[in-house]
């Protein structure tokens, strides 16, 4: 039952959006504003008188400059200039690279051009800051991004919800507008199944059917260097965060990446031993060496069986209690004289063969939970629990 609640409260949070939610605005709550304050009389005046000797000459009523879109300076307030805010936008574009009055016509000193710009500048920027109104905020549903950070803030473990949900889509490039945020039945479906695996994870279960999650290691990361928020002392490889369900045994695995030469369908690194590592929170939990002379000969006889019999040595049975951890699948780094590897290849995992190089990792696999003993308690047990 808790588990119910939670799943649908977090549907709820991530569909706030259904029917006429996504348009109707929060409240009309009055955000108090900043007593706007008109300009000075004298200084309005005169900055008048400038613009009547310099620009309403041909700028006014009778006169269509440009004649495209003329511009009316004639009856354009300097008492408030908020309320013709966009002609003098366009006035101060102008004046500030001086290309207007036009050459050959009287033009202004220096310091008078940089007087006039500097207080209209200043008047439209506080007049805009005393009336400034955002606009109605408008409810939308989370989208995915808000969704997991939801999720972290709620329970204490980050998800990768991209794999649950679908794509957001997006509005003048933005993800986060109610108008690019619709809602529709298969979507809120998709919400509520996100939200009974979050929630199971969330709570534990200790009758928990095992499963199987594989994590797809990038061909643009390069495996012959050492990877940031892995151990020192190890190159390649991948970390992730893991939920485990319940208390019990889980195997983790990796699987290798494969190369084809002439024909021929294998590993790298076979010719000297490389010993693959496993570990769960900084602490080794697996270890397995694999390549040598043995290796490297029964690959030479039968490459197909010899890359199913490593994968098999690369699973290892551990104990792991619920929750998230960190999991991290690497090789210990040795050195290069070692490997008969001058200089590693820095896009290595794309190349289909690379001659006396370094076992690589394709995938990463968790599997489980067997013999389950319990549900310990977790970070999201005791903040949901209380």
Known sequence: MKKLVI???????????????????????????????????????????????????????????????PVNLETASLDDPLSTAATWERVIRKLAVRAMPPVGTPRPEEAQYAAFTNWLSGTLDRASAARNNPGTYVVHRLNRTEYGNAVRDLFGFQLNVNDMLPSDGGDFGFDNIASALNTSPLLLERYLIAAQRISALAVGNADTRPGNTEYPISLEVTQ??????????????????????????YVLSGRLNRTILNGYAG???????????????????FTEEIGGPEDHEASGKDATSMIAQLEERMKGRVVVTAGPHDVAF????????????????????????????LPRLRTVGVEGPYNVTGVSDTLSREQIFV
């Open 267 to 285: 590993v790298e690194g076979f010719d000297t031993p490389n010993e693959f590592v496993v570990l769960i929170d900084g602490e080794e939990v």
């Open 330 to 357: 690497t090789w210990r780094d040795k050195v290069r004289t070692d490997q008969s590897v001058w200089q590693p290849s820095l896009r290595d995992s794309q190349e289909v063969h690379m001659s006396g190089g």
């Open 7 to 69: 799943a649908a409260t977090l549907a709820w949070v991530a569909a706030a959006a259904v029917g006429g939610v996504t348009t109707s605005p929060v409240s009309s709550v009055a955000v108090p504003a900043l007593q706007a304050q008109a300009p000075a009389a004298g200084e309005a005046e005169q900055h008048r008188q400038w613009l009547n000797r310099y620009c309403v000459g041909c700028h006014n009523n009778r006169s269509a400059f440009p004649a495209t879109d």
């Open 224 to 249: 012959s260097q050492h990877i940031d928020g892995l151990p020192l002392g190890t190159r390649g490889g991948l970390l992730v965060q893991h939920v485990f369900p319940a208390d019990g045994e």
